[in-house]
T-cell receptor
Framework: DGGITQSPKYLFRKEGQNVTLSCEQN?????MYWYRQDPGQGLRLIYYSQIVNDFQKGDIAEGYSVSREKKESFPLTVTSAQKNPTAFYLC???????????FGPGTRLLVL | GIQVEQSPPDLILQEGANSTLRCNFS?????LQWFHQNPWGQLINLFYIPSGTKQNGRLSATTVATERYSLLYISSSQTTDSGVYFCAVGTSGSRLTFGEGTQLTVNP
């Protein structure tokens, strides 16, 4: 089945620790995105990538990093510099920036 | 950047009722999408509709680009329609900006 997978479903972070969230798609999409959602709020863009080996900062990139070494993969690292990382993280992809976006099931990150 | 305003923020319906959700945006767009987020957090794309009207079963959407708004109609609502409905817009070649959503609760 074609789609987007995210892992893990739940992730716990200790103070000062970096954690990496996985996002994989087999839809052959060029564009991929990471969003953050806080309770009761809309989605805010963290990073996006329009093509392999290229990515751009979104509205709230501070404390996060990404890589795009393969077309199907766009991992997000939440660094220790992100002081309030507790949130729901959603990955999406589309054929290009102006087309329909498809979302993965999300990862809930909690700080211990 | 572009501003997106959704109304109402919350809506409670009885099963079988109809509803209209609105999305206003502050600039010309060439990308507008409606999404439904279920209670488990999964977002499903409902419509890609930068202009015109589309229908899919009990759901339909209309975007009037010249007046900078879009409407999502839900007819004969069911409990499974509950969740948050998001409108997201984008200008040429740019990323989507999401509204704050409408929380819909359909009671049996």
């Amino acid at each position: 089945d074609g789609g987007i997978t995210q892992s893990p479903k739940y992730l716990f972070r200790k103070e000062g620790q970096n954690v990496t969230l996985s996002c994989e798609q087999n839809l052959n999409h060029d564009a991929m995105y990471w969003y953050r959602q806080d309770p009761g709020q809309g989605l805010r863009l963290i990073y996006y990538s329009q093509i392999v080996n290229d990515f751009q900062k979104g509205d709230i990139a501070e404390g996060y990093s990404v890589s795009r070494e393969k077309k199907e993969s766009f991992p997000l690292t939440v660094t220790s510099a992100q002081k309030n990382p507790t949130a729901f993280y959603l990955c999406a992809s589309s054929t290009d920036m102006e087309e329909t976006q498809y979302f993965g099931p999300g990862t809930r990150l909690l700080v211990l | 950047g572009i501003q997106v305003e959704q109304s109402p923020p919350d809506l409670i319906l009885q099963e079988g009722a109809n509803s209209t959700l609105r999305c206003n945006f502050s600039d010309s767009v060439n990308n507008l999408q409606w999404f439904h987020q279920n209670p488990w957090g999964q977002l499903i794309n409902l419509f890609y509709i930068p202009s015109g009207t589309k229908q899919n079963g009990r759901l339909s959407a209309t975007t009037v680009a010249t007046e900078r708004y879009s409407l999502l109609y839900i007819s004969s609502s069911q409990t499974t329609d509950s969740g948050v409905y998001f409108c997201a817009v984008g200008t040429s070649g740019s990323r989507l900006t999401f509204g704050e959503g409408t929380q819909l609760t359909v009671n049996p």
